[in-house]
């Protein structure tokens, strides 16, 4: 959909003229099922993008789009300003913890999840007999070695060498707008629909894997009284709205549905990459002479009353006085 001809004015007059109004287009969703999502990261600066530019290309991105949760994982450098024995303990939590979680088929059965991914472990391995100090033990000396062949144990994937951001897509509800992407050309700006918009915030993923590897080398009766089995945990969210009735949110059910989803793993391409300008390409609108125009379907006080909030008596009475005249 198109506006009126771009007209290009300039008024000396004006404490503050208008420069430049430009033919807007807005695209249609795409037919083949394809998706607009927003990547937000409030803990980076914009100049020091996730790119191959800042050695930072993004090495894998994962969604469960039922749940609405996005993870991406970027790579760490082990060679500069690294913690090497924090690294390997971390690298080897995470090996050890996600084999644990693939072998039982817990939290999507593709290498594992953390966090509410994951369930937050609820449902997982019960911890062992007991060979907690001897457990540990082993732990050390394996993890010496490592040391001792730093560059051998990343290379065989044993020291943490990336690090998962994370994030859940911001909920939808009546009154929330609806957001574009607006892409320039000449005299026309193009906006393409956003389905979802998320928030990438770093994840604490090798935090909660030695965790959950501490409580598995506790002996059992450490881990709690005999006989003493899992426990389902129900937590609800009372939420309250002015007009609106009471409702109740399980917050278990969330959890149990993010855990059984499986990840949709997808291919990072980098922003500079040939594909990533195709891409860009198709946000523009295609034979824009025969788009149809953009026309409003509402008065103006009804666009009042629907950008205003909630309504009340006094918006009431206006807009009957409105209907009157």
């Known amino acids: 959909m198109g506006s009126t001809e771009r007209n290009t004015v300039i008024d000396d007059n004006e404490d503050d003229p208008i420069q430049a109004s430009y033919d807007v287009y807005i695209k249609p969703q795409w037919e083949d099922g394809r998706q607009l999502y927003i990547l937000q990261f409030p803990n980076r600066p914009s100049r020091e993008d996730y790119s191959s530019t800042n050695a930072s290309l ?4 994962r969604l469960k789009p039922k749940a609405g949760l996005v993870e991406l994982d970027v790579p760490l450098d082990p060679w500069t ?14 090996r050890k913890s996600n084999a644990a979680k693939s072998n039982t088929g817990t939290a999507g ?7 509410l991914a994951g369930g937050f472990g609820i449902g997982g391995v019960a911890p062992g007999p007991g060979r907690g100090r001897q457990v540990q033990e082993d732990t050390l000396a394996v993890q010496q070695e490592i040391l001792d062949d730093f560059s051998g144990g990343i290379t065989r994937q044993r020291v943490l060498t990336k690090q998962t951001l994370g994030g859940q897509v911001v909920p939808k509800e009546s009154a929330s707008p609806n957001y574009f992407i607006g892409a320039f050309r000449k005299g026309q700006l193009h906006l393409s629909p956003v389905n979802e918009i998320v928030q990438m915030r770093p994840q604490f993923h090798h935090i909660d894997a030695t965790a959950e590897l501490d409580r598995l080398a506790r002996p059992r009766a450490e881990a709690g009284p005999a006989g003493a089995g899992a426990r389902a945990i ?16 399980s917050m278990a059910e969330r959890i149990k549905n993010a855990q059984e989803e499986k990840w949709q793993k997808m291919r990072y391409i980098d922003d500079n990459s040939d ?3 195709e891409m860009f390409e198709e946000l523009f ?7 149809p125009k953009l026309e409003s379907g509402i008065d103006d006080a009804t666009y009042l009353d ?6 009340d008596e006094a918006r009431l009475s206006r807009a009957k006085l409105v209907e009157n005249e």
């Open 58 to 61: 993004p090495i894998e991105l």
């Open 81 to 94: 300003n690294y913690d090497r024995t924090k690294g390997v303990q971390w690298g080897e939590a995470m």
């Open 109 to 115: 059965g593709q290498g594992g999840s953390h966090g």
């Open 234 to 249: 129900h937590m609800t969210v009372k939420t309250t709205g002015e007009g609106e009735e009471d409702g109740q949110d």
């Open 275 to 277: 594909a990533a300008w």
């Open 285 to 291: 609108a295609q034979d824009t002479e025969n788009l």
């Open 306 to 311: 629907t950008i205003s909030a909630p309504r």
